[in-house]
C-alpha cells in the first residue's frame, strides 16, 4: 500500500472555476504536509504547507484531516496558469541511529487542465 | 544562478552502458537527494545525504551508486543501464532532514532524462 494516494485526474475545467482535489496517507505517524506543484516536463516546487487549522494563500486552500488521514487542495476562481500536476507530500519521522530524520513521501499528483 | 543544478538535462544511452549525473546546490542545504520520476510520473527518493554522510538508501537497484564529495554535491553513477532505468531523475535539496530545521521544503534541480534503448 501507498504511503499517499492521490485520484489521478485529469480534471479539466474552465477558467474560473472552483476545483477541490483529495488526498489520503496511510501512517498515522505522519507530521507535516505539503502540496506541491510539477509543470509539464519541470521539476516539483512547493506550493503550500498545509496546517491543522486549514489555511489559505489567495485562491488556495488547503485543509487537513488528522483522524481521516485525508488532505484537500481547494483552488478558487481557476487561471489558465494553475495547469500542472498537483502533489501531495507527507512527512514522516522516523529515528534512525539515534537522530530523527524526516522523510518526505509523495503522491503521484493529480493533473489540472484548466481550459479558456 | 541556478540553485541546483543537474547535467546532464538529456541522456540517451545504451542498455549495458555506464553514465553518471552530477548535481551541484549553492543554497548552503546540508542534505541532498535522488528522485527517480518513471512514466506514470511516480516520484520516488532513491537516497539521501544528509552533510556528506548516506542517511536513505531505498531499495534501489546496486548498480546504483551515489557519491557525495562535499555537502553542496551529490552525483549518481549507474553501472549496466537497463530499459527501467529510463525516467527523469531529479536532485534536491533541504536545510536538514533532521529535526530542527526541518520546513518541508525539498529544492528541486530540473531534472535529467535519461532514455536507455
Known amino acids: 500500500r501507498k504511503e499517499v494516494e492521490q485520484d489521478p485526474g485529469p480534471f479539466n475545467v474552465p477558467e474560473g472555476a472552483t476545483v477541490a482535489f483529495n488526498c489520503t496517507y496511510s501512517?498515522?505517524?505522519?507530521?507535516?504536509f505539503f502540496w506541491y506543484r510539477q509543470d509539464c516536463r519541470k521539476e516539483p516546487k512547493l506550493l503550500m504547507s498545509?496546517?491543522?487549522s486549514g489555511n489559505e494563500d489567495g485562491r488556495f486552500t488547503a485543509q487537513l484531516n488528522r483522524a481521516s488521514q485525508y488532505i484537500s487542495l481547494l483552488i478558487r476562481d481557476s487561471k489558465l496558469s494553475d495547469s500542472a500536476t498537483y502533489l501531495c507530500?507527507?512527512?514522516?519521522?522516523?529515528?534512525?541511529?539515534?537522530?530523527?530524520?524526516?522523510?518526505?513521501?509523495f503522491g503521484r499528483g493529480t493533473q489540472l487542465t484548466v481550459w479558456p | 544562478d541556478t540553485a541546483v543544478s543537474q547535467t546532464p538535462k538529456y541522456l540517451v544511452t545504451q542498455m549495458g552502458n555506464d553514465k553518471s549525473i552530477k548535481c551541484e546546490q549553492n543554497?548552503?542545504?546540508?542534505?541532498m537527494y535522488w528522485y527517480k520520476q518513471d512514466s506514470k510520473k511516480f516520484l520516488k527518493i532513491m537516497f539521501s545525504?544528509?552533510?556528506?554522510?548516506?542517511?536513505i538508501n531505498e531499495t534501489v537497484p546496486n548498480r546504483f551508486s551515489p557519491k557525495s564529495p562535499d555537502k553542496a554535491h551529490l552525483n549518481l553513477h549507474i553501472n549496466s543501464l537497463e530499459l527501467g532505468d529510463s525516467a527523469v531523475y531529479f536532485c534536491?535539496?533541504?536545510?536538514?532532514?533532521?529535526?530542527?530545521?526541518?520546513?518541508?521544503?525539498?529544492?528541486f534541480g530540473e531534472g535529467s532524462r535519461l532514455t536507455v534503448l
Open positions: 534536491a535539496s533541504s536545510q536538514s532532514r533532521t529535526s530542527g530545521k526541518d520546513t518541508g521544503e525539498l529544492f
Open positions: 501512517n498515522s505517524a505522519s507530521q507535516s
Open positions: 498545509v496546517y491543522s
Open positions: 507530500v507527507v512527512n514522516i519521522l522516523v529515528k534512525d541511529r539515534g537522530s530523527t530524520l524526516g522523510r518526505l513521501y
Open positions: 543554497l548552503g542545504h546540508d542534505t
Open positions: 545525504y544528509n552533510n556528506k554522510e548516506l542517511i
